[in-house]
Every structure is written in C-alpha cells, then in structure tokens.
C-alpha cells in the first residue's frame, strides 16, 4: 500500500525529536529503502549509544527523515542524513539541514562538515544552496552497485 502524503513541506513546521529505540526499526527500513549501501541497526544503535546527536523529523508516528551528527570542540560531522523516498524532494532535506545548523549555532560550532557521494548531485546541489563548499574528495570512500565510488568532502563556516 502506497502511504499517503499527509505533510507538506510548506504547510506545517516540521516536528523534531531525538530518537527513541521503537524508531529504530522504521529508520532501518527506510535507510534500506534509500541507500545504495545502508547503515544497520548496529550503526545506529552504536550511534545512539556514543552520545551522538539523533534527531528524527515526525509527523506523529510517521518518520519522514533523520539526522545524526558527531559534534566535538568547535566541528560537527554530518554522519547520516535522510529523508524517507516518498517525502524526497519536498522541502525536508532542507528543514533537516537548516535544524543541524540550529544545533550547531546554538553549541558555538565554527565548522559543519560532511561527505556525499559524487553521483548524488541532488544532494550536493541541496548542500551548496544552504552555503556548503567541497573542500576535497575522498577516492573510492563509498561501496557501489559495481566497485567503488568518491566521496565529496562538503564545509560550511557558521
């Protein structure tokens, strides 16, 4: 059953929240659903138990998207980001980052840093209009669907 569109990007705020373990499962699922090579429970169990910042955009029950950043001195690592398929394209990408760069302001981070893959011009489009600039490539970094793929290395100054 295809779900239905009950959220518009433009028509509520997003509501944000940290993680719980019943997320675990339906983050799972959707980072199966959206990822060449996807992160496990384990990961994200691992992430929760380091202290890692792990938010999750809801509308109630449903998951639309995540974050998890690694956050230490004046950086933050963008580790994971994504947003469920049937929401992609919305306007959520962008509340997920611009709630980041909240977080970030809000702990004095000087630095935003993260990697993409190199195909995934969607995403490094969506980075360089909210201020990120590649700083780097990391060859061969990501597994894909034949051998393997670089990553870009993406900065923004806050």
């Not at 509520?12 to 199966?32: A, G, T």
């Not at 004046?74 to 398929?85: A, P, W």
């Amino acid at each position: 059953m295809k779900e239905k569109l009950i959220l518009k990007a433009n028509t509520k705020k997003p509501n944000f929240k940290n993680v719980e373990l019943d997320d675990i499962e339906k983050i799972v699922s959707i980072e199966v659903n959206c990822h060449i090579s996807p992160w496990t429970k384990k990961n994200f169990l691992d992430s929760i138990n380091a202290g890692y910042t792990f938010q999750v955009l809801k509308d109630d029950h449903l998951i639309i998207g995540y974050y998890i950043a690694s956050f230490a001195a004046d950086e933050c690592e963008l580790l994971n980001i994504t947003v469920k398929k049937n929401f992609q394209r919305q306007g959520f990408g962008t509340a997920i980052i611009n709630h980041l760069i909240k977080n970030c302001l809000k702990r004095k981070t000087l630095n935003l840093f993260l990697e993409v893959r190199k195909s995934n011009k969607n995403a490094i489009l969506l980075y360089e209009k909210e201020g990120f600039n590649e700083v780097g490539i990391r060859p061969n970094y990501y597994k894909a669907l034949k051998g393997k793929e670089d990553a870009v290395l993406m900065a923004k100054s806050l």
